[in-house]
């Protein structure tokens, strides 16, 4: 589904992304994992556009992407959360999934004043939606509650959520288990395999927790350096020498 081809991006001599090529398999849940400094993120940032890399070309389903704008992603269905969740905290936890989708037409002041009727049909059809994605990462019973007041692995949950609101191809997850406690994690980690295997989602995730990688993630991904190191299973990636002084240390 996703093809990076000889990608490069440097910042001042820095060297952050060296001759990167993966592919992300419609319906799968890939990791990427590497020590701090390894790339990952910016691989992310340039993936969904808020990074132009200097050299390299990115496809989504054999069409080349390479440089467009995050809003253009989007629409392509590129969807990416953070390591710290981007609410909107002023905002109940429904409302934050409600103003999700895409060119509503109540977003048009025209459309307010000859349209009123159409705008509450589609209004009510996303309230249901959010209902639905509520139920599904129980989260119903914060339904009304301010997102600024929200856990941080509530937070992350929020953020799955609002991926749920559109048709995602794709949804690139930033340490979504960062500052996660187990139970709350293993909630998260429960719906990221259901909606793979109900919803046929594609996931591609950096993450530290080799717990968690190991109940959710194939193929893994190691970088080291802006370089890929190798790709593998995550039995094969622990028992790797290479991986194991790069990433995992030496006791």
Same mark, same amino acid.
């Given at each position: 589904m996703l093809s990076i081809k000889n990608l490069y991006k440097s910042f001042g001599g820095i060297q952050a992304i060296n001759n990167v090529s993966i592919d992300v398999?419609?319906?799968?849940?890939?990791?990427?994992? @590497?020590? =701090?400094g390894a790339g990952k993120t910016t691989l992310f940032n340039v993936i =969904? @556009?808020?990074?132009k890399p200097d050299a390299g070309e990115i496809t989504l389903d054999n069409i080349n992407i390479t440089g467009h704008e995050p809003y253009q992603l989007f629409n392509l269905g590129i969807l990416r959360t953070f390591q710290i969740a981007h609410?909107?905290?002023s905002l109940t936890v429904k409302d934050n999934l409600m103003m999700v989708p895409p060119n509503q037409i109540g977003e048009s002041i025209l459309q307010t004043w000859i349209s009123p009727q159409k705008i509450k049909i589609e209004e009510n059809e996303i309230s249901k939606k959010a209902d639905e994605v509520m139920d599904f990462l129980? *989260?119903?019973?914060l339904s009304n509650e301010y997102a600024g007041n929200l856990s941080g &692995?509530?937070?992350? *949950?929020?953020? *799955? @959520?609002?991926?749920?609101?559109v048709k995602p191809k794709i949804v690139l997850l930033d340490e979504v288990g960062a500052g996660v406690n187990r139970t709350l994690l293993n909630n998260i980690g429960d719906a990221i395999l259901r909606l793979n295997k109900e919803l046929n989602y594609t996931f591609c995730m950096i993450e530290h927790d080799i717990e968690f990688i190991s109940k959710l993630c194939n193929p893994v991904? /190691?970088?080291? &350096? @802006?370089?890929?190191?190798?790709?593998?299973?995550?039995? =094969? /990636?622990?028992?790797n020498e290479r991986v194991i002084e790069v990433y995992l240390g030496r006791s």
């Amino acid at each position: 589904m996703l093809s990076i081809k000889n990608l490069y991006k440097s910042f001042g001599g820095i060297q952050a992304i060296n001759n990167v090529s993966i592919d992300v398999k419609q319906g799968s849940i890939t990791a990427l994992i @590497g020590p =701090n400094g390894a790339g990952k993120t910016t691989l992310f940032n340039v993936i =969904n @556009g808020s990074i132009k890399p200097d050299a390299g070309e990115i496809t989504l389903d054999n069409i080349n992407i390479t440089g467009h704008e995050p809003y253009q992603l989007f629409n392509l269905g590129i969807l990416r959360t953070f390591q710290i969740a981007h609410e909107f905290s002023s905002l109940t936890v429904k409302d934050n999934l409600m103003m999700v989708p895409p060119n509503q037409i109540g977003e048009s002041i025209l459309q307010t004043w000859i349209s009123p009727q159409k705008i509450k049909i589609e209004e009510n059809e996303i309230s249901k939606k959010a209902d639905e994605v509520m139920d599904f990462l129980q *989260l119903k019973h914060l339904s009304n509650e301010y997102a600024g007041n929200l856990s941080g &692995g509530q937070k992350k *949950l929020l953020e *799955l @959520g609002r991926t749920m609101m559109v048709k995602p191809k794709i949804v690139l997850l930033d340490e979504v288990g960062a500052g996660v406690n187990r139970t709350l994690l293993n909630n998260i980690g429960d719906a990221i395999l259901r909606l793979n295997k109900e919803l046929n989602y594609t996931f591609c995730m950096i993450e530290h927790d080799i717990e968690f990688i190991s109940k959710l993630c194939n193929p893994v991904i /190691v970088m080291a &350096g @802006g370089a890929i190191l190798m790709e593998d299973t995550i039995s =094969n /990636v622990k028992e790797n020498e290479r991986v194991i002084e790069v990433y995992l240390g030496r006791s």
